[in-house]
């Protein structure tokens, strides 16, 4: 684990991050502008849209801000919001730090700043089909974040100019989503713990507002899984979709 | 011209978006997990991209309300079908984008 890399190996790790990490990028951008249109309207500059989404970098956190400062909201009261919408990444950090163990503390760290839902998926996938390490996961962190630190600064700037829901663009993630599901689904466990999420999911959503049912869905549905598996271990075991 | 103010809200946002972060990261990566605690994580993802997934497809609106005719939910379909078929995370990127794009067009 240090740092003596190679200019091809340096170039290999690049060229496979970036490779990898395109449909987040283009996925990012209609998200991108859509909030740096929306910042820009409720007062703020291209550079503090900028700031913001350097120093935070999860959009759904940011949306909610620029909301909240619409109303006058205080910032104690933003930023306790922004602490609850994004507790689901505890999660996401935790079944991530299955595949970085050993990894030095400040490489860590540094990798901690890159987590999102979309870059943690894909880069869950990608490591357990082997092939991929640190280095490539961090890069698609980081060329994702720049393609959101630019989106939202474009917007802010006059993205307004640009034409919305172009081509599907908004669908980009979704389709991404699906796709890194399927790879998920690798056993019957697998798809039964993922119905049992989307269930609880939908049914919580239309009961609370607000995304608290992303943490509560998955926890139920990663423990009803883990109590089938040593419940009844013979329907555990069986396969998934091909 | 930033106000100060804005910086701070900016830095506490920042702090409470990393912490949730870092800290299993930090946590777990240094030591052997039990056996019940790496299985509870293994299903973890398939659990979160479900979750993720499910309620933006069935719900509209704000609050949310069941919707079980939208073109984000139609075009889903065959789009995971295709991705179950081919797992190909680029083509199934692209033909969603293609569906959607041609179902705004159609279905409105």
Known sequence: ?242 | MIEPEYILLCLGMGIVTYIPRWAPLFALSQRTLPRWLEEWLDLIPAAILSALILPSLVTVGEPRQLSLWNNDLLVAVPVFLFALRTRSLGGTVVLGMALYWLAGKFLG
């Open chain 1, 1 to 242: 684990m240090t740092d003596k890399t190679t200019t091809a190996e340096r170039t290999s790790i690049l060229k496979d991050g970036i490779r990898a990490a395109w449909p987040i990028c283009l996925g990012y951008i209609p998200i991108g502008l859509a909030f740096g249109v929306l910042a820009q309207k409720a007062g703020l500059s291209p550079l503090a849209i900028g700031l913001m989404s350097v120093l935070v970098f999860a959009g759904s956190a940011q949306f909610i801000a620029v909301a909240m400062l619409g109303t006058g909201a205080g910032i104690a009261a933003i930023v306790a919001t922004a602490f609850t919408v994004n507790l689901r990444h505890l999660l996401m950090s935790s079944a991530i730090s299955v595949y970085l163990k050993g990894l030095h503390k400040r490489w860590l760290s540094l990798f901690a700043y890159g987590i999102t839902d979309e870059s943690f998926a894909l880069n869950l996938v990608r490591f357990r089909e082997g092939n991929w390490d640190w280095k490539r996961a961090l890069t698609v962190n980081h060329v994702t974040n720049a393609f959101w630190v630019a989106s939202t600064v474009i917007g802010g700037l006059g993205g307004a100019l640009i034409p919305a829901h172009a081509f599907g663009i908004d669908y980009a993630l979704m389709g991404m989503f699906l796709c890194l599901l399927v790879y998920q689904l690798r056993g019957r466990l697998y798809v039964l713990t993922g119905l049992i999420a989307s269930a609880a999911a939908v049914i919580i959503s239309l009961v609370i507002p607000g995304n608290s049912y992303i943490v509560t869905a998955s926890v139920i549905a990663a423990t009803a899984g883990l109590y089938i598996r040593r419940r009844w271990p013979r329907i555990a075991r069986g396969k998934g979709p091909r």
